[in-house]
Structures are given as C-alpha cells and as structure tokens.
C-alpha cells in the first residue's frame, strides 16, 4: 500500500467556485503533514503545513483528520491563477523522508 | 538569495553514458535530498544526505550514486544512463521552522536518455 494516496482529478471548476481535495496516508504514526503547489514543468513550491487543528491561510484551509488518515485542502473563491497540481506530503513517524502523492489536478476556468 | 541552484537544466544523453546532474544550495542546511518526478509516480525520493559526508538510500537508488563533500553540494551520477532513468530530476534541501521542517527545491533538471 502506497504512503500517500491522492485522487488525481482533473478537477476543472468555474472561477469563484470551492474546490476541496483530499489526500490519505496509511501510516498511523505519521507526524508532519503539507500542502506543495507545482505549476507545469516547475518545481513543487510549500503551500502551507498542516496542524491538527486545522489551519488558514487566506483563501485556503488545511485540515486534519487522524482518525480516517486523511488531510484535506479547500480553497475557495478560485482564481484562474489557482490551477496548478496540488501535491500532498507525509512525514511518517521520525526520520527526514517526505512522502508525496501523486498530486491533485485543477484547472480553474473562466 | 539563490537558494537551490540545479544544472544542468536540461540534458540529452544516450544509454551507457555518465552523467552528473549538480545541486548547489547556498543556506547551508544540512539536509539535502534527490528525488525523480515521472507520470504516475509522483516524486520519489533517490539519495538524500543528513551532512557532508553521509548519505542514505530512499526509495530508488539504483543505478545512481552521489557524495557530499561539502555542505553546499550534492552532485547526483548516473553512472550508466539507462532509457528509464529519463525523468525531471528535483533537488531539495530541508529547513528548519518554527514548528516544523520542510523542504524547499531547486527548479529541476530534466534529463533525456536515448
């Protein structure tokens, strides 16, 4: 079983729409979570860390759900300049080794 | 502020060559990573190093080998380029945070292998 699982999309929503992601981990120790951006043949860039009570930042909110093994990204009101893929990364338990989903496609449209 | 410096940023070589793709980060963070992005895989983790001078497998380290002489550097090799080694090659290197670490990239290499 893969660390980190992610539905790829696409997600293509309308401008000024939600949009919510999520993203699955399956080992139950795992400490530190993220939210990476990438935009088409760039690096991953931080979004944002997700604590355990749940975090914002502007239009986007990070939440965590230990129980089910899952963290979540909402954004809302999007923005054309929105789309991107939207990478999640696991810490599982100690060590330095980040784990990556496959990431998350959205296109925002006009 | 540099941060993390990849080259080359593209490369085109052919199957049995060597190659070395270099990764210069100018914090002096201690530690540095090489990670592979294909279609499907996401980013997997090759090498990474705590230091100079110590280095640790992840989750596909075959085929490649690196070193860490200094802090700054983290030189990656192919030592014989093989068509599945074709792939956009991320540096990372981890900074400490208030409340966490994370990692940071360089903006790629993308390396061809005929």
């Known amino acids: 079983r893969k660390e980190v699982e992610q539905d790829p999309g696409p997600f293509n929503v309308p401008e000024g729409a939600t949009v919510a992601f999520n993203c699955t981990y399956s080992?139950?120790?795992?400490?530190?979570f993220f939210w990476y951006r990438q935009d088409c043949r760039k690096e991953p860039k931080l979004l944002m860390s997700?604590?355990?009570s749940g975090n914002e930042d502007g239009r986007f909110t990070a939440q965590l759900n230990r129980a089910s093994q899952y963290i979540s990204l909402l954004i809302r009101d999007s923005k054309l300049s929105d789309s991107a893929t939207y990478l999640c990364?696991?810490?599982?338990?100690?060590?330095?080794?980040?784990?990556f989903g496959t990431g998350t496609s959205l296109t925002v449209i006009p | 502020d540099a941060g993390i410096t990849q080259s080359p940023r593209y490369k085109i070589t052919e199957t049995g060559r060597q190659v070395t793709l270099m990764c210069h980060q100018t914090w002096s963070h201690s530690y540095m990573f090489w990670y592979r992005q294909d279609l499907g895989h996401g980013l997997r983790l090759i090498y990474y190093?705590?230091?100079?001078?110590?280095?640790d497998k992840g989750e596909v380290p075959d085929g490649y080998v690196v070193s860490r002489s200094k802090t700054e550097n983290f030189p990656l090799t192919l030592e014989s380029a093989t068509r599945s080694q074709t792939s956009v090659y991320f540096c990372?290197?981890?900074?400490?945070?208030?409340?966490?670490?994370?990692?940071?990239f360089g903006p790629g290499t993308r390396l061809t292998v005929l």
């Open positions: 080992n139950s120790a795992s400490q530190s």
């Open positions: 190093s705590a230091a100079a001078d110590i280095t």
């Open positions: 990364v696991v810490i599982p338990g100690t060590g330095n080794q980040f784990y």
């Open positions: 997700v604590y355990s």
């Open positions: 990372a290197c981890e900074r400490t945070g208030e409340s966490t670490d994370t990692q940071y």
